[in-house]
């Protein structure tokens, strides 16, 4: 499906460190923004979800935006003013 880059998943593991509970990575697209990714931690999976493995890591993704990850990477890249984001690329 996506290839995971060692900065994504780095960041990824630290917010699941802080998170009680959360066991699901919802992956969603910023619908503002080309290729930025929205991560929230979820506890469950919805209905219209997929689930992908990856590292022991559980990624959800909506079955309508599955093709915005195909054949992609997955990145997580901190901007000069603090921001952090991810992308596909």
């Given at each position: 499906?996506?290839?995971?880059?060692?900065?994504?998943?780095?960041?990824?593991?630290?917010?699941?460190?802080?998170?009680?509970?959360?066991?699901?990575?919802?992956?969603?697209?910023?619908?503002?923004?080309?290729?930025?990714v929205?991560?929230?931690?979820?506890?469950?999976?919805?209905?219209?979800?997929?689930?992908?493995?990856?590292?022991?890591?559980?990624?959800?993704?909506?079955?309508?935006?599955?093709?915005?990850?195909?054949?992609?990477?997955?990145?997580?890249?901190?901007?000069?003013?603090?921001?952090?984001?991810?992308?596909?690329?």
């Open positions: 499906m996506f290839i995971l880059t060692e900065a994504a998943k780095t960041e990824i593991q630290n917010r699941l460190e802080l998170s009680d509970s959360a066991k699901f990575i919802r992956l969603q697209m910023r619908k503002s923004c080309f290729m930025k929205k991560l929230t931690l979820e506890n469950s999976i919805q209905e219209n979800d997929s689930e992908i493995i990856k590292d022991d890591l559980h990624f959800i993704i909506d079955k309508g935006e599955c093709h915005y990850f195909r054949d992609k990477k997955l990145d997580f890249i901190p901007d000069q003013t603090g921001f952090k984001q991810f992308e596909v690329i």
